[in-house]
């Protein structure tokens, strides 16, 4: 086995393991990285997606991006997967508190964040508020993907709203 000197190089690994598929050896590399520097941001932010996306621990993730986002504010890479969980475990504070610091760092991807708030306010039904943010999302999008799923996004709930006007109409005829 390696031996690595820095964090840096320890950080390394861990990632590396990870695109190995090996997350049991990334969890120890990233938990013994936060016992011996509590403050390294980028090793709260990997634990906080093992926990989220593979093992499936909602507050554990959240604790991590949290703590990431406390600790280095302008490390753009947490925001959307924080904003993903919130939205996911549907926290109306912490989605606002979360999207608002995120579209006001530097390299957020915009047009994603603005993608979940109309994801987060479609599945609230609140149809006006999904358009306002798919609408930003499309005009921030930088790819054919980002514009195509926006488009996707707006037709969809357009689709809602006219659904739902119908089904007054037969509930009051």
């Avoid at 031996?3 to 690994?13: A, C, M, N």
């Avoid at 926290?91 to 760092?105: F, R």
């Amino acid at each position: 086995m390696d031996t690595y000197y820095t964090i840096e190089e320890k950080y390394l690994q861990a990632v590396e393991e990870l695109s190995y598929g090996e997350t049991p050896k990334a969890l120890n590399l990233l938990n013994v990285l936060i016992a011996n520097d509590p403050f390294y941001a980028r090793a709260h932010f990997q634990l906080g997606k093992i926990y989220y996306y593979d093992l499936k621990d909602y507050q554990t993730a959240g604790y991590h991006f949290k703590t990431c986002m406390e600790i280095d504010p302008l490390f753009s890479d947490n925001y959307f997967d924080y904003l993903s969980l919130v939205v996911f475990l549907k926290m109306d504070k912490q989605v606002k508190h979360v999207a608002a610091i995120a579209l006001n760092t530097p390299g957020v991807n915009s047009s994603a964040i603005y993608e979940l708030l109309g994801l987060y306010a479609e599945k609230n039904k609140e149809w006006d508020k999904a358009l306002i943010a798919y609408h930003n999302a499309y005009m921030e999008a930088t790819t054919k993907e980002q514009l195509e799923s926006t488009e996707e996004s707006i037709v969809r709930v357009k689709l809602k709203m006219r659904q739902g006007i119908a089904y007054q109409y037969t509930l009051t005829g």
